[in-house]
């Protein structure tokens, strides 16, 4: 079975190639992955999380020419998270001035205010609850 395919099938956002690699992106409970050369039998090549879909497509969009990944908010594969701004943190490490380990040229409580997380399916969860 094809990548895309499989993407179909299991519900993936998105599916596309993007200079020579694959990348799939699929929406979590309260954001979203983009997988990197994904296999259909488990494992991929990176692991980034987005606030949304949208914002993941813009970074993809532009990857094109710069082949730079940015507005991510955790690489999964690094261990690194981005928070107070810019800074980025290794796993285990307090996300707070002086512990970051190097900065990135976005700032992702920006980008959390411009790109806002929206999943209907955790909307329509909540709503039942109340």
Request: aromatic share 14%.
């Amino acid at each position: 079975m094809e990548l895309k395919e499989i993407c179909e099938e299991y519900k993936g956002v998105w599916y596309g190639e993007i200079n020579g690699d694959e990348y799939i992106i699929n929406q979590l409970a309260f954001h979203v992955s983009l997988l990197k050369n994904p296999v259909s039998y488990g494992g991929h090549e990176e692991r980034y999380c987005f606030h949304n879909v949208e914002l993941a497509l813009i970074a993809l969009e532009e990857m094109k020419t710069s082949n730079e990944l940015q507005y991510w908010k955790k690489w999964h594969n690094k261990g690194i998270s981005i928070a107070c701004g810019n800074l980025a943190f290794k796993d285990g490490v307090p996300h707070k001035e002086g512990f970051e380990d190097y900065s990135v040229c976005w700032n992702v409580d920006e980008l959390a205010k411009q790109y806002p997380f929206i999943n209907p399916a955790m909307d329509a969860l909540f709503s039942a609850m109340r």
